[in-house]
């Protein structure tokens, strides 16, 4: 029997995935590569729609992100990895899901609308970035998967893909099928926070457009660096103050990588234990996690990754295709 299909991306918006890319979306890309084809996209039109500054090599970024997949436990023997850039037809569904979509829909998109409050005053507020949604509903309808695996923060995305396919539906007859939200309940893996705080001292998601990370690939001495920089409680100042383990982004990771973790809030929380003591069992925790992603991260060369993309986007692209060819046919274009 043919598996039913998975589609999940990531943006090429720099060259490294943190654990946050990690936990909210590649674990279950992982977990569900056994029962279902996983496509595993590498968006790197995505990363057009906010990159500020000088532009940035994406193709490298693409190359380096693709490779983090494989490390993160992708298997492409199962799974499909391609660059979205690869496979033409998502810009081509993207044009004529434009058609069946209203400005005013887009314009009040709460996650446009802080993208732009995020942009310094000179960045160029693209028609791509007002557009994100439409073409993140063509990269997942064109592969009518059966879920869609990602972070908390893409919720409100998945619910006007979802809007768009019923819209093109309701016009030209029944192409897209309803697809399920993989979403982790637990907030500590589909939110997770980034090292740094927010203007008024709360936690704010990692990113990698933050860069408040703690990335995938880095050297263990590297990553030691990052967890002693990160946000603690901030009325914490001594020892024997008492933490609040909700508000500190050492706490929340150490409920996800240490064992010992239920021990450890009960003694930040009575003030029995200082924030260098976490830190340091969280950076043996974590470098302990990271270290067979890092073994497979290094066996892998262009060369290697390269393969897997072709193959990746022939793949897609067989998929991709079929569907387009229904497309034009609903909308009397062929
Ligand atoms: P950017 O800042 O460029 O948008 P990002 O870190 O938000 O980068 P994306 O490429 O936008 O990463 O998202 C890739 C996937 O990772 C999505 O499924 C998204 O929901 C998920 N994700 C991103 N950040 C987190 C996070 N902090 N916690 C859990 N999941 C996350
Ligand atoms: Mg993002």
Redesign the pocket.
């Known amino acids: 029997m043919t598996k039913q299909r998975i589609l ?1 991306g ?2 090429a ?1 720099s060259p490294k995935l ?1 654990i ?2 990690y ?3 590649l674990r279950n890309w992982v977990n569900l590569q056994d029962d279902y084809k996983v496509y595993s996209m590498v968006a790197d039109w995505h990363a057009l729609t906010t990159l500020e500054g000088d532009p940035q090599d994406i193709r490298r970024n693409s190359l380096e992100v693709a490779k983090d997949f494989v490390a993160g436990g992708i298997d492409p023997a199962k799974s499909a990895v391609f660059i979205q850039s690869d496979v033409k037809e998502h810009a081509e569904m993207q044009l004529l899901f434009s058609m069946v979509v209203g400005v005013g829909k887009l314009e009040r998109n709460p996650t446009y609308k802080d993208m732009v409050k995020g942009l310094s005053k000179s960045t160029l507020v693209s028609m791509g970035l007002l557009g994100y949604p439409v073409l993140q509903a063509s990269d997942i309808l064109l592969y009518k998967p059966y879920g869609v695996p ?2 908390k ?2 919720a409100p995305h998945l619910e006007l893909s979802r809007e768009i396919g019923r819209a093109f539906n309701s016009r030209y007859g029944e192409v897209f099928p309803d697809f399920k939200d993989m979403i982790d309940k637990d907030e500590s893996r ?3 926070p980034g090292l740094d705080a927010d203007d008024e001292g709360k936690l704010r ?6 860069g408040n990370c703690i990335y995938l690939n880095e050297t263990a001495d590297e990553t030691a660096k990052r967890i002693k920089s990160a946000f603690t409680t901030p009325s914490k100042m001594r020892l024997t103050d008492p933490g609040i383990p909700e508000g500190c982004a050492v706490c929340q990771y150490l409920k996800l990588y240490s064992p010992d973790w239920e021990k450890q809030w009960a003694e930040d929380v009575a003030g029995e234990r200082g924030c260098s003591q976490s830190k340091k069992e969280l950076t043996e925790a974590i470098n302990e996690f990271l270290r067979p992603m890092r073994e497979r991260r290094a066996e892998l060369d262009d060369a290697a990754i390269l393969e897997i993309l072709a193959r990746g986007a022939d793949e897609a692209r067989e998929v991709a295709s079929a569907t387009m060819d229904e497309v034009r046919k609903a909308m009397k274009l062929a």
């Open positions: 999940s990531m943006r918006t943190h946050g890319n936990e909210g979306a990602v972070g923060d893409q589909s939110k997770l998601k990692m990113s990698k457009s933050y």
